[in-house]
């Protein structure tokens, strides 16, 4: 009898198990992953026409803010960079209109206005200060030499642009003598051609020779003659070399002081008389 139940229970130990498979995911044995089968619930449509609504709601109150409130309108036009042109001459020439919606200023038509009205302007841009604030960052020109002409003087900068013309010549700003009618090379070099030179020259002077510049003289391309303080006078030539025409001056105006004419042209060749 105990070898029956012993060998009946060897075969329930080897006999294949049978019935229904296990739940999916239960762990048992054959179970893979636990598959649920959950998905995220559908938004109502009484939680989407909410949403909607509270985002319309947001882009309402933010456009009455930009545009219907007083909290962020032009109350007033700030300026920085003028060294002639004073606040109100920039602000008259922006024309940023005050109490305005300040998101609503277009900044660029301002730079724009400045810029067409005031050549005298060399740059200029506009950008809003929240809340209440247009700023005018604007840069001018910087003369670097006088064209007298009835007895008022066009200032010219570095690039050779006549910008404006005023009553009383600024302090340390040479003059230009330009007189090429006589000049062999005017067909190539122009009037406008040789302004533009002598603008070269003037520009890169060191500060000390051009504090002393009364006069830059034109005749032509290759005859470019500073007039300094105390009858002093330098043949500079044309606008070629310029650096090394400047090294070699500074040298010359330091070890004979007491020199009337210098001759750069020729910079590795420089010449001094009347010491």
Known sequence: MAGQKTARRGEEHTRPLSGPPSP??????????????????????????????????????????????SWVRVEQVTTAGGRVLT???????????????????????????LEER??????????????????????????????????????????GVRYATVDRAPEGVPLLDLDVSDSPSLSRFPAGRLRREAVRVAAGLPAAVHRDTRVVRVRSYDSVTLELTGGRTVVWGSSERADEKARTLLALLKTARNAEHFDVSIPSAPAVSGS
């Open 24 to 69: 999916a995911g239960d762990g048992g044995e054959g179970g893979g992953p636990r598959r649920t089968g959950w998905r995220p619930p559908r938004p109502s449509p009484g939680g989407i026409i909410i949403s909607v609504l509270s985002a319309a709601l947001l882009a309402a109150a933010a456009f009455w803010l930009l545009y219907g409130s």
């Open 87 to 113: 606040p109100d001459e920039l602000r008259r020439a922006a024309s940023v209109p005050l109490n305005a919606p300040l998101v609503s200023v277009d900044t660029d038509a301002v730079a724009a206005r």
């Open 118 to 159: 005031l050549p005298r302007l060399e740059s200029a841009e506009a950008e809003r200060e929240w809340p209440h604030t247009i700023r005018l960052n604007v840069t001018e020109r910087k003369p670097e030499l006088l064209l007298e002409k009835g007895g008022k003087f066009i200032e010219v900068d570095g690039k």
